[in-house]
């Protein structure tokens, strides 16, 4: 079994998890200030009642249902600069904001396992150039694109697919979600990855990844982020207990023969990081490589001389060559 990290996520300037506690987060976007719900938050505040009421918008949970409350009237929308990119922030229904800060140690680590590989396959070209093998149009034809295929399913609003695109990858982002789609390319265009190959698919993952087998298509990256529970596309029930392991074996399947990685991440499922990690241990057994498992976390910003706690947001496996 492979030993338990912790990836934590700490304040930047766009973003800051100022206090939690009581059921609830404090967190800064930009310049806006959110209150929200975590039943990860056992423990006590630690700033006073009276700054969680001066934030910008709060999330509430009554008898006739939850809504978000705005002070501010642009507080409903507003841009913010995050992990190398840009991310339109628009609290939901369903107290999410469009962003899982967690996430931003992931991002890294995919940037840098596919910016290695292309480091890699340019050199490699230099090496035929300079024996003939290659034109120079053949170098810098790689070299303004990539040629690493990563498919992210359950993409909601784009993170690991601009992340991997800015790497240099091309991306197939699919999710069920017309909103997300829109979202995560209105993402891409303000992070300015408009113009990069990535295809946006609107469809519930199971039907597309059953279609790609079909095609053929190979990919050097899978990312899933399962939801517990959810919809597709064309209202196809979506249950984890159900569909993730028959799902992850047909994703297995669209791997090319030397893969770069395979993540999965997981939130409300109530999963164990070493049962995800127990799943992967099929593409030990194909391709070699090694798997890291472990919880995602957000560092508080630190309160006087006492250091910031850390709040858990999920659990991640991944495994990679």
Known sequence: MSKLNILITNSSKDYELLDSGDGEKLERFGSVVLSRPDPQALWRKRLDQSDWKKADAIFSRAEQGASWSFKKENTKSWDINFSELKFRIKPTAFKHTGLFPEQAMNW?????LI???????ATASESSLSTGHATK???LSLRGRGDIDVLN??????GASLACAQAGARVVHVDGSKSAVSWARENAELSGLAEKPIRWILEDARVFVGREIKRGNKYDAIIMDPPAFGHGANKEIWKIE??????????INLLKDAPLFFIINGYSAGYS??????????LVEKFGGSIEIGELAIE???S????????PCGIYARWAR
């Open 115 to 121: 910016e290695k590989k292309c480091e890699y396959s």
């Open 304 to 311: 006087g001389d006492v250091d910031g706690r850390l709040l």
């Open 300 to 302: 508080e910003s630190k």
């Open 153 to 158: 399913l359950f993409g909601y609003t784009g």
């Open 242 to 251: 159900e569909n993730f392991l028959p799902l992850v074996e047909d994703c």
């Open 137 to 139: 149009r053949d170098l």
């Open 273 to 282: 990081a070493i049962a995800y990690e127990n799943v992967l241990k099929a």
């Open 108 to 112: 890294g680590w995919m940037r840098d």
